[in-house]
């Protein structure tokens, strides 16, 4: 493949993550948020068990995480993200003919699954594959996606919530998963750039810099990038979730809540592509690490908004501090992978760390929800979160690169061969 060629390649790459991450995975982060008030007003639920649904749909996700690394390294993500549409589009209809808590306990479940087969681990994967020295760019620009489809989802799922319920809004949402995400992933999607010298599969990912999963295993780093995964993912959790019927709560209008949601989105998609590029500028520790001391400040701005006479100054902070950092670990986390662990089993790794952090962003909004059952207020919850948030950021800063992260070994059988 000649330059021309790859940098064509590369484009037509990012372009296609951009819209996948647009029009069918960032609507579904942002709907189930938003669908919580019908569920509460509706089933007549608590927040705790609203909560379990969610902590349903990030769990399975994240258990099922380091078999779906596994798979986007030997099947490919182009069909790992397919199926992941196709069940994500499934899911959606199933949940808007449920009535049970039951029966939505196992869609979301479902949904879960469907996530992190289409989502951010497998976006992230092919994106620092193709990009090399501008890792941090692509990622943003394709996370930028993401942020889009976000911020619309608030507005939109609200207006068809009003107009028709939440049941129309869950039909309406299945439609971009089935229809575009299925026929673009696996027509456009590769996992990494062709390796002419490579044979077979094996042989090409053989040629990959870095750790097999045994050696990462045994390195510090791989388990400090974990407790990085999980401190954050319960902070971040506790809090984004809710930050809708929060606002609600405060005294916000639903019509507020919701344009607050999605201004805070669309910060993000600025936020996500200026950290990716001074991340390839500076590195994804550095700026990791500042993000998450920013992401604390944001939590705190939120909190400030339920004050009457600081409403509007807090929640402007908040879109701003919140809104560039939020997506911040989705972007440089990977990055910090490949820079601490490698290429060669970057899924894998991806994959394992998908597990930590769904089972502790599960946990954070059950944790919100408990406690506000417990308390009657939101306060104690983003307390802890900004606790956590700030010590994510401590932590980041004592990542370093693994003995062997950059070592790339000819594969036996063509040393043979040859």
């Known amino acids: 493949m000649s330059i021309l060629e790859l940098k064509g390649r590369q484009w037509t790459i990012l372009l296609s993550l951009f819209v996948l991450l647009m029009l069918a995975t960032g609507p579904g982060l942002g709907a189930i948020g938003i669908i919580m008030p019908a569920l509460i007003r509706e089933f007549r639920w608590d927040r705790a068990q609203v909560s379990s649904l969610i902590f349903a749909s990030t769990f399975v996700g994240g258990l099922l995480g380091p078999v779906v690394g596994w798979l986007i390294d030997y099947a490919g993500a182009n069909w790992v993200m397919a199926t992941g549409f196709a069940i994500l589009g499934s899911s959606y209809l199933g949940l808007s003919y449920a009535h049970s808590w039951v029966a939505m306990f196992a869609l979301y479940s479902a949904f879960g699954l469907g996530m992190a087969m289409s989502g951010m681990v497998p976006a992230m994967v092919v994106a620092v594959n193709w990009f090399g020295h501008r890792r941090g760019a692509g990622s943003g620009v394709a996370i930028f996606g993401f942020t889009l489809g976000l911020a619309a989802v608030a507005p939109v799922v609200t207006a068809l919530i009003a107009a028709g319920g939440w049941r129309i809004a869950l039909r309406v949402l299945a439609l971009p998963p089935m229809l575009i995400g299925i026929p673009l992933s696996a027509a456009l999607i590769r996992t990494r750039p062709p390796a002419p010298a490579a044979l077979t599969a094996s042989q090409e990912m053989a040629l990959q810099p870095g750790l097999e999963v045994?050696?990462?295993?045994?390195?510090?780093?791989?388990?400090?990038?974990?407790?990085?995964?999980?401190?954050?993912?319960?902070?971040?959790?506790?809090?984004?979730?809710?930050?809708?019927?929060?606002?609600?709560?405060?005294?916000?209008?639903?019509?507020?809540?919701?344009?607050?949601?999605?201004?805070?989105?669309?910060?993000?998609?600025?936020?996500?592509?200026?950290?990716?590029?001074?991340?390839?500028?500076?590195?994804?520790?550095?700026?990791?690490?500042?993000?998450?001391?920013?992401?604390?400040?944001?939590?705190?701005?939120?909190?400030?908004?339920?004050?009457?006479?600081?409403?509007?100054?807090?929640?402007?902070?908040?879109?701003?501090?919140?809104?560039?950092?939020?997506?911040?670990?989705?972007?440089?986390?990977?990055?910090?992978?490949?820079?601490?662990?490698?290429?060669?089993?970057?899924?894998?790794?991806?994959?394992?760390?998908?597990?930590?952090?769904?089972?502790?962003?599960?946990?954070?909004?059950?944790?919100?929800?408990?406690?506000?059952d417990l308390t009657g207020s939101y306060v104690r919850p983003f307390e802890l979160a900004i606790v956590l948030v700030f010590a994510t950021g401590l932590l980041v800063v004592g990542v370093r690169p693994a003995k062997g992260w950059d070592r790339v070994e000819e594969p036996v059988d063509m040393r043979a061969g040859g």
Do not use: K
């Open 214 to 372: 045994g050696e990462g295993l045994r390195r510090p780093a791989f388990w400090l990038l974990l407790a990085v995964q999980f401190t954050f993912a319960i902070g971040f959790g506790e809090v984004f979730l809710h930050i809708v019927t929060y606002l609600i709560g405060a005294g916000f209008a639903p019509g507020q809540a919701a344009a607050i949601f999605s201004a805070q989105t669309l910060m993000s998609g600025v936020g996500v592509v200026l950290l990716g590029i001074l991340a390839d500028r500076l590195s994804a520790r550095q700026v990791l690490s500042v993000s998450m001391v920013v992401l604390a400040a944001g939590i705190a701005a939120l909190l400030g908004s339920a004050h009457l006479g600081y409403r509007t100054p807090m929640v402007l902070l908040f879109i701003l501090c919140w809104g560039t950092t939020a997506t911040s670990i989705n972007t440089l986390l990977p990055i910090l992978i490949a820079e601490t662990l490698g290429l060669r089993r970057l899924g894998t790794f991806s994959g394992i760390v998908l597990l930590v952090g769904a089972v502790a962003h599960s946990l954070g909004p059950l944790l919100s929800g408990i406690l506000f």
